[in-house]
């Protein structure tokens, strides 16, 4: 097939304006289609990509997907929509975690946090005394540092609990700033990395940061509190993840990504806003191509859709069915299938579980909690995956921390707090409702049905897994 028969790109502002190397136009969507009437297509099937991805590798994924859906007997219609920028952050990540001061921020608050309360690790017994430098960088070698750590009890008084040192909010936080102050103060290479950093924050504002060694006392101990209140709610993502989340999230939020991922999720709603006048560049694709496909089904009635959607194609997905209905009340889908979904939670509630009269059937692909743990997207400084990452600071601006994620196992287990949330327990209702689960998670074991297979063990190979895409394939020719 060529291109131009399967693949619609996304423009600016979810229009049809050209900002790479590839562009649709309105006429390229009307041959597409003028091609499924005189071919008798009667399966129309949509994949969209990850959310991240430049529009090289969205092509490309296009490219290897589209046989796979055509094979099953379905005409594929791939939406890039090359929002990109994914090594974008994985260097941001990079290049923070190489840099003098939060080296030293880092290991200060390891220090300080496995100093002032009990690990209580197995086999690891506590000591007044500070872990070392060597210790901890020995640690960070290991692909999941520190894993055997947690929080179970101040140390400095032991009649205290976690929670109860938390609760005396006030006294927790004068302890701790006496603490940094003299891990600050006594350590001139400490003073040195914040002398240089004031240097350049005269250069730049591309980040919340410090301009005093008494600024960054205060900030070592905002998320100081951050990680053991989040240990109090068991709100964690495991200590070392959670510790480099609030660590981002203070110093460093321009450099997380959290303004490329909020930029990706208005595109996936924006290709779906209103057209009005003449169909030109300027108008929004998504609607465009929607409005097509409804009038197709409409000329057709026999005809089936189905959308697939790889991680935060989810979102792009959740607002497809929501402008739906609105603009096509008539439009009914057929399958829905995600892969790793980066969608919230929430807003899956919101624009698909609330209207199953939309659709017939819904499978989400992902992994167990325990393998997306070990998806690791930048060893040594960000130990988990990036939905981990999403869920710990990406969603709202920076904002947010342990966000519910659709493509998330951890939310879905019978753990507090989750297991008492309403939200959370709606979907759980709804995934575990019918046999085999509609949540398939991956290493799937041999004998899996089929149709509900994966061996994905990396968020991004999802839709370039046999294993998965002949489940796909299996749920298409349906």
């Known amino acids: 097939m060529e291109d131009k028969e399967f693949i619609v790109n996304i423009g600016p502002q979810g229009t049809f304006r050209k900002s790479g190397h590839y562009q649709t136009l309105p006429a390229d969507i009307d041959a597409m289609f003028r091609k499924f009437e005189a071919t008798g297509a009667r399966k129309l099937a949509l994949y969209f990509h990850g959310g991240l991805v430049s529009e090289k ?3 490309t994924t296009a490219r290897e997907i589209a046989p796979v859906i055509k094979a099953a007997g379905a005409e594929p219609i791939c939406i890039v929509w090359e929002t990109g920028l994914i090594e974008t952050l994985r260097n941001n990540l990079l290049k923070i975690g190489q840099s003098t001061l939060f080296d030293k921020i880092r290991n200060t608050l390891i220090k300080r946090l496995i100093k002032q309360f009990d690990s209580g690790t197995v086999g690891i017994r506590g000591t007044s005394e500070p872990l070392s430098d060597a210790a901890i960088y020995a640690e960070l070698s290991n692909n999941q540092p520190f894993e055997a750590y947690g929080m179970k009890r101040l140390r400095t008084a032991d009649k205290y609990s976690i929670e109860e040192a938390i609760d005396d909010e006030a006294e927790l936080k004068a302890e701790l700033e006496k603490a940094f102050r003299k891990d600050v103060e006594s350590d001139e290479s400490f003073k040195q990395a914040v002398e240089l950093q004031k240097n350049k924050q005269s250069r730049t504002l591309q980040s919340r940061s410090f301009v005093s060694s008494a600024g960054l006392i205060k900030s070592l101990v905002n998320i100081a509190i951050r990680v053991i209140r989040r240990f109090t709610q068991k709100r964690d993502h495991d200590f070392y993840p959670t510790l480099i989340e609030e660590i981002l999230r203070e110093f460093y939020i321009a450099e997380t990504g959290a303004w490329i991922w909020d930029s990706m999720k208005v595109k996936s709603l924006e290709m779906w806003n209103t057209n009005s006048g003449p169909i030109t560049e300027n108008a929004f694709a998504g609607t465009y191509l929607l409005g097509k496909i409804a009038d197709y089904v409409n000329a057709h009635p026999s005809t089936t859709v189905d959308i697939i959607g790889h991680s935060a194609g989810s979102c792009a997905t959740c607002h497809l069915l929501q402008r739906s209905a609105v603009l096509h009340p008539e439009l009914k889908f057929r399958h829905i299938v995600f892969m790793a979904p980066a969608c919230r939670a929430d807003l899956f509630d919101a624009e698909i579980l609330s209207k199953p009269e939309w659709f017939a059937s819904l499978r989400i692909f992902t992994m167990s909690d325990e393998n997306e743990k070990k998806d690791i997207l930048v060893p040594g400084l960000y130990t988990h995956s990036l939905l981990y990452l999403i869920s710990g600071i990406l969603e709202d601006g920076g904002d947010g921390f342990d966000e519910y994620v659709l493509g998330m196992e951890k939310y879905y287990q019978d753990t507090t707090p989750y297991k008492n949330d309403p939200l959370l327990n709606r979907i759980k209702s709804f995934i575990y409702k019918d046999l085999p689960d509609r949540l398939v998670l991956s290493d799937t074991l041999p004998g899996a049905p089929v149709g509900y297979r994966t061996t994905s ?22």
Do not use: V
């Not at 063990?457 to 349906?478: C, M, P, R, V």
């Open 57 to 59: 590798s969205g092509l």
């Open 457 to 478: 063990l990396k968020h991004g190979d999802f839709d370039s897994n046999k294993e998965t895409l002949e489940s796909i394939a299996f749920i298409i020719a349906q």
